[in-house]
DNA sequence: CAGTTTGTTGCACGCCCGTGCAAACCAGTG
DNA sequence: CACTGGTTTGCACGGGCGTGCAACAAACTG
């Protein structure tokens, strides 16, 4: 068994004839050392393969550079171009990004955090479900930051961002007016999350006010299956749906597939379609979707942003809480774009 | 500014009256306690909410429990289903993934390395790039484990697993003949990866064999526009090919999309595509596309396993390569499944 | 030249944990 | 009671690092 053998900063110490203090503050930007020792201690710290030892600097500095991204469902198009991003942005801020996967259990989340702890995150960012109470205020009483992102939860503390999900929807709601539409559908999924529900609720407000009822659908997850089910329930209905407002662009594609093979219709002449998140497949020319995108790298600059900046003395009235806005993006799936 | 305050061991130690090691061996399977301090020491924890400092562990134990996943185009469908699995199961063997992209450019992949080591990973596995000699030899003195999946490298010391991408791509080329093409091509991206390239030549090797020329056409990033784009020039030709093996499906859905709506071709009547890695868009009846499937679930758990696995004392013969087999999906772009 | 400033270096301590070792304890035996 | 074997406990050390402090050297200042 070869043990592990990393190189220490006290062998480079000894090559190099200095005190491992000298190594220490040759990799300490800011400290005090000659150019000679530096140089010396640099050409040793080469040749034997040194590399300061995040484990013990994170431990004198109270600060280990890990930032916990925690999420389910991350080979989803949508999430695993957030976490990309995320995690580029982190990298670019000097931090290393720890991936935590969760499932829809209970309390997945909670172990997820209480993994961040264990090894220290400075900050924990959560992408799908909500911690426990008492467990994200013990991060926060350990000084750890928490970001929450499309959670629309209220508790002081973590930085929350969000989109206008309602008033996004209220958008759509006019354009399938304005193109002509008025038997209206929602496709849901049964997931029931906040933003997905300000969706179904923003459309429905707006449909309402405008005078239209709205046909709400709802199963399964937000995937691509489940579009398909919401097809065959949403288009066999006596009062034919002609415009669908689906909660995802998964649940999208699902959806126009259902509708175009199995239900022979047209898009957008017989069927007005929109979706959400402007997935990659969303641009792809069988969907030619018409959807809002989410603006992650948005998303992101501003959740790395508020981990780096310091956390301000008085209890001044933070901006903790962000709602970012969704563009819609006008492709082909609704008439008259 | 809320220093971080985890609480540590001591207080536990403190609260419960008994001494900082009675603590250490509570959270410590297999070490001796006693049933009522255990309960103490377990009780004073909770209250206090003490969680283990695995940064401080890692650094006694000499592993740290991290594995490094070195990866670019995250946000790819392959590739997120390859992370996804890879994480779920590290996290079931109780490691944490660690998550670093990179890029295309020089050094990228030994950057990410030097960042694991610094991070003491006990291993990295990496995704994509190749990393420098003479790093990986470092990872390797210092005890790191790596891991290469479908980097065709040869140097010894790392696990390494791949496809056979080879004999796979001849399966599709006795595929096409079967079902009556004649003219068959490749569409390839210029990325020139091991795998992709064994591809390639498996099916022009194959084709040569069968009596038959492929026509080979290599385009940008392994991507949908490129696939597009791959259509564009292929299907422009003189000689039109009424068969075509794109060397990933993202190529084949940009592919099949060109070749329905910019030259009216009905699949697989008129052309017959094969793609590979089975993605989820593979499967979406838009596409319906037969494809090789990655047997993502074998390659993480193979990885996860032999990193589990001790180090064998002798420098015996040990199975450090792995060559899988990619399963033929049959799907509806070729006649005659 | 004495005195002061500036810059560099090494020592020693602490961060939090696991563990070898020896002391302490406890129950059982003759 | 003395003795033995086994279990539990605390002490003290080490793992690799950053940093305050004091010692020291060099460079100025008057």
């Not at 000084?143 to 209220?170: C, S, T, W, Y």
């Not at 405008?210 to 299956?225: D, K, M, P, Q, S």
């Not at 069927?271 to 790298?297: H, K, M, V």
Request: hydrophobic share 40%; glycine share 8%.
């Amino acid at each position: 068994m070869v043990a592990k053998v990393f190189v220490s900063a006290q062998e480079v110490a000894d090559r190099a004839g200095v005190s491992r203090s000298a190594v220490s503050r040759t990799f300490t930007p800011g400290a005090s050392v000659s150019p000679e020792t530096r140089a010396r201690v640099m050409e040793a710290a080469d040749a034997l393969g040194y590399h300061v030892n995040h484990l013990a600097r994170g431990l004198m500095r109270n600060e280990s550079g890990i930032i916990c991204l925690i999420a389910s469902d991350v080979a989803t198009p949508y999430r695993s171009a957030l976490l990309r991003e995320l995690t580029l942005q982190l990298q670019q801020g000097g931090k290393v990004a720890m991936l935590i996967n969760t499932d829809r259990s209970d309390g997945s989340v909670d172990r997820a955090l209480r993994q961040a702890i264990r090894y220290r995150a400075d900050a924990s960012i959560i992408l799908s479900g909500l911690p426990d109470k008492s467990i994200a205020q013990l991060c926060l009483r350990s000084g750890q930051r928490l970001v929450l992102i499309n959670r629309d939860d209220d508790q002081p503390g973590p930085l929350r961002i969000n989109l206008d999900d309602h008033e996004a929807a209220g958008r759509v709601a006019t354009a399938f007016v304005r193109a002509g539409c008025r038997r209206l559908a929602f496709a849901n999924s049964e997931a029931g999350t906040p933003s997905l529900m300000a969706r179904e609720e923003g459309f429905v407000a707006a449909a309402t006010a405008l005078g239209l009822a709205v046909t709400v659908e709802r199963f399964g997850w937000t995937g691509y299956e489940a579009g398909k089910v919401l097809a065959q329930r949403l288009l066999t209905r006596r009062e034919r749906p002609d415009a669908v407002f689906c909660a995802t662009d998964l649940l999208a594609c699902g959806f126009m597939d259902a509708a175009r093979q199995q239900f022979s219709l047209t898009i957008p002449d017989q069927l007005c379609i929109a979706g959400f998140d402007d997935i990659e497949q969303a641009s792809w020319s069988s969907y030619n979707l018409t959807t809002f995108s989410q603006p992650i790298r948005e998303i992101a600059s501003r959740a790395v942003e508020w981990l780096g900046a310091p956390i301000p003395e008085d209890h001044s009235p933070r901006r903790d809480s962000l709602r970012l806005k969704a563009d819609l993006v006008w492709r082909g799936s609704i008439r008259g774009g």
